[in-house]
């Protein structure tokens, strides 16, 4: 059996969802800007390393990892992916593949903030709706809560001339 490197990327939709989160921000009563771009911006963005084990001269397991990513507002958990590969020759010149990969982890999830209303107390929000004119306690089934995508069936076929 052989085991070989098949991608290597950062980055993914997800992460750019998340980097998405920071665009904006919010003005104090004091007239200073706050900008969510701190909140969302993290130091490493989510790794993934993709390989092939070869079982036969036509098929082999796809296997591979995501490292996740986190900043202050939001956390990408880390990720197994695993799948299966085969191929077939249909004629000298032609190939025929289809994949199938599942993604297990790698959930996107927002976190909340703590915001002071003065006279109307401390909640638990939303930190980029906080400042609107939702109510406070209904800003939090707003927070992103998504998953990555976590089935592929990929077919392929390629003639050489």
Request: glycine residues 10%.
């Amino acid at each position: 059996m052989t085991t070989s490197l098949v991608d290597i990327h950062q980055g993914s939709p997800l992460s750019e969802r998340a980097r998405g989160l920071g665009n904006g921000g919010y003005e104090l009563q004091d007239g200073s800007w706050v900008s969510f771009n701190r909140w969302y911006h993290a130091n490493w963005v989510d790794m993934h390393v993709d390989f092939l084990t070869q079982l036969t001269e036509n098929s082999g397991i796809l296997w591979g990892f995501g490292t996740g990513e986190q900043a202050e507002k939001y956390r990408i958990a880390p990720s197994l992916k695993l799948g299966f590969l085969t191929q077939t020759h249909p004629s000298l010149n032609s190939t025929l593949s289809l994949s199938v990969t599942s993604t297990f982890g790698g959930k996107l999830t927002e976190k909340p903030c703590v915001a002071d209303y003065g006279d109307l107390g401390t909640y638990s929000v939303n930190c980029r709706l906080a400042a609107g004119e939702t109510a406070p306690e209904e800003t939090l089934k707003y927070l992103v809560n998504a998953t990555p995508e976590r089935l592929r069936l990929w077919l392929n076929y390629r003639v050489t001339f």
